[in-house]
């Protein structure tokens, strides 16, 4: 599945600022206030687009990144919390959904039990744990742990077959890191080697809090990096795990055990979930057999520490003070260079959302999504799809046939807007005031359960995997959908009306429906079928020309150096970076068609065409710290916010036309060295 993480447009307070020579002097507009007329947008359109806002708005302590993003997010979240507060204090039935958001959000923010209570919802698992004398037991412990959340040792899921979307497959792989990426392990930039050692200081610190004598506890902590390292450097690269046919290896349970894992009878591990799946799917059989000898020879006292600290990362912002801090101080200050932490309430509904987001998200849209709102927006899904149909028609480089069946992929791609037509059924999930850790372990049970209960049955394609008041949408390949959620068009503080086409174009149209409808059309998206199966409908030769499309737009990003020494790694981000460049191009080609662009009346001196590209730049408007840079350079399928806006940008020829930009200004690349692949 690919997600799409994107901070979108919010309109704050605004006043005319005058621009650079390039245009008139305008009138108040909300996209000025947020300018640097200083800059010229052929030298840095990102800063000349978004400078000014980001300059007055710093960022907070206790964030790791600001920009429009947050705003939106902010507002949402003070709906939200309107929500719970209304349910914790009113009457509940039991059982109702009121009464479990009520309960939640009150336990949750009852700091003082959080600490009265400490590690005892954990008992259960600690005393799994505890009990470990080798491989056996371990994975005893680690399969509890999967179906409470936490994921140790490997990576379990149920979804889609890739090679049979009609049915429902469990799916096994590498994973079982404590640091975000196992470039994290290994990369010698004395930064991320200074994160290395500060983890291992974090690790010693959280068993001291377990009850780990201080001077025993760091050389603990380094034999469990140790047995991290070695996982890591079992797994494969970010970019390598972005091919789809090289990560499917279809096999039975017991040829898993035969070929891979000889001290894993999945079988009998299965049937203690009470599913016997006639096949697995293993994303990286290598990693399987690894971690098969690690567990093995790995000392019994490594692997209880290792999966006690995996247990308590997880579960850390719900144990209480103390290791809510700890957690904080390292995966808070050193790897997203926070300074203190983010409000409580904030970090609830996190979680939240987390645990039964569709619970709450069934009571956000009923009083915050409009269905005019909606209605512009499925409307425009249709305009870009349009749009996307006759440019494949008028490309060169596709074959006749090759264009066929992406005609065909086009029209069956469903998109869902909004929210979903048919809600999950929570009522079997239990919430009340015990702890905060009780009910996110039950919240996870329910969804353990839930994903199992998916195997044998026919693949649901109605449902949704994000919930409606999350700012974020995807593309599901094995569906060929668009999940578009009702909180991804929030625009705070303007009503949708106000925002005009150009904008709402460019934001809109381009970095969301158009960006994950090219999704089904990148590097990894162009591998499945109309019907979402991972199958072969290109000609031999029409995929070699994408290829070496697509490999021009590898080495513009990898020249790209946010940090030095730290480059855009240009194979992991491609289908992300192929997908903004072609969300850009079906917004423009769709904005095209609107009266707005035929009139080309200028609104607060900016022409529809310059509007249109600053609503696409206005939707990026983001600046992270050093840290969490870093740790996305390394860890990402995303390009830093900056230059997704400058390599897009860079290729489109009417950028230049509606800017001026000439040669030999940074922002100008001359025509055969631009990208033209959709």
């Known amino acids: 599945m690919t997600v799409r993480t994107r901070w979108f447009l919010a309109t704050l307070l605004v006043f005319a600022l005058p621009l650079n020579a390039r245009a008139a002097t305008p009138t108040a507009d909300f996209l000025q206030a947020n300018m640097n007329p200083e800059v010229d947008p052929g030298v840095d359109f990102f800063e ?21 993003g947050n705003a939106v997010t902010d507002q949402i979240h003070l709906s939200l919390r309107k ?67 936490v ?39 004395k930064d991320v080697a200074n994160i290395r050692k500060e983890y291992v200081a974090h690790l010693a610190r959280v068993l001291a809090l377990l009850g780990r004598n201080v001077e025993r506890a760091p050389a603990d902590a380094d034999a469990v990096m140790r047995f991290e390292t070695e996982l890591a450097a079992a797994s494969r690269k970010l970019e390598d795990l972005r091919d789809p046919q090289a990560n499917y290896n279809k096999m039975t349970p017991a040829e898993l055990t035969r070929r891979n894992t000889p001290s894993i009878d999945w079988a009998t591990r299965f049937s203690a979930w009470d599913i016997a799946p006639a096949y697995v799917i293993v994303g990286q059989p290598e990693f399987m057999a690894a971690l098969d000898g690690m567990l093995r020879r790995t000392p019994a006292g490594v692997l209880r520490d290792y999966l006690r600290l995996r ?63 909606k209605q512009r927006y499925v409307d425009m899904v249709e305009a870009v799809r349009t749009t996307y149909r006759d440019r494949i028609d008028r490309l060169e480089w596709m074959s006749p046939a090759t264009k066929a069946k992406a005609r065909e992929k086009l ?94 174009y460019g934001y809109a149209g381009a970095s969301t429906i158009g960006h994950e409808i090219t999704h089904g059309f990148d590097d990894e998206g162009r591998q499945f079928d109309a019907a979402g199966n991972l199958a072969d409908w290109w000609t031999a030769q029409d995929a070699k020309r994408f290829e070496q499309r697509a490999a021009r737009m590898v080495q513009q990003f990898d020249a790209y150096e946010p940090l030095p020494g730290l480059h855009i790694n240009g194979s992991a981000s491609l289908g992300e970076n192929i997908a903004d460049y072609g969300g850009v191009l079906l917004g423009l080609e769709a904005f095209k068609k609107t009266e707005q662009y035929r009139k080309g009346e200028t609104i ?75």
């Open 604 to 678: 607060g001196g900016l022409t529809p065409l310059q509007r249109y590209f600053m609503g696409y730049a206005l939707g990026w408007m983001s600046r992270p710290r050093e840290e969490v840079l870093r740790a996305r350079l390394l860890s990402d399928v995303h390009a830093p916010a900056k230059w997704r806006v400058l390599g897009p940008m860079s290729n489109i020829p009417e950028f230049y036309e509606a800017f001026g930009v000439e040669p030999g200004e940074p922002m100008y690349r001359p025509a055969e060295e631009r990208v033209n692949i959709w």
């Open 83 to 149: 929500i719970n507060e209304q349910a914790a204090a009113g009457p509940r039935t039991p059982g109702s959904d009121e009464q479990k958001i009520g309960d939640f959000w009150a336990t949750a923010m009852d700091t003082a039990l959080a600490d009265r209570v400490g590690t005892q919802p954990l008992t259960d698992e600690f005393r799994r744990i505890d009990a470990i004398d080798g491989a056996r037991r371990a994975l005893d412990a680690a399969f509890a742990l999967h179906a409470i959340g």
């Open 411 to 504: 029209a069956s791609i469903t998109p869902k807007v909004g929210y979903p037509d048919k809600w999950p059924d929570f009522s079997s999930l239990a919430i009340g005031r015990d702890s905060y850790a009780t009910n996110m372990m039950n919240a996870m049970r329910w969804h353990h359960a839930d994903r199992l209960s998916k195997l044998g049955k026919p693949v649901d394609r109605s449902e949704w995997v994000m919930t409606p008041q999350t700012y974020n949408a995807y593309y599901n390949p094995s569906n060929n959908e668009i999940v578009l959620p009702a909180a991804i068009f929030t625009v705070p503080g303007t009503p949708d009306a106000l925002v005009d086409d150009a904008v709402a």
């Open 311 to 373: 247990l308590i990362t997880t579960y850390a912002d719900t144990l209480g003070s103390g290791f809510d801090d700890e957690n904080f101080s390292f995966h808070g200050k050193v790897l997203s260079g926070q300074k203190q932490q983010r409000a409580r309430w904030k970090r609830v509904l996190d979680s939240e959302d987390t645990a039964m987001g569709m619970v709450l998200g069934r009571i956000f849209v009923g009083e915050y999504f409009s269905a005019q709102a």
């Open 48 to 68: 000349y687009a978004n400078g000014g806002w980001l300059a007055r708005n710093p960022i907070p302590a206790s964030e790791s990144s600001w920009g429009i």
């Open 151 to 189: 994921e140790p040792f490997f990576g379990f899921y149920v979804g889609q077959d890739e090679k049979d979307s009609a049915a429902m497959a469990v799916h096994l792989g590498q994973g079982g890191l404590g640091l975000p990426d196992r470039d994290f392990y290994f990369n010698d930039d």
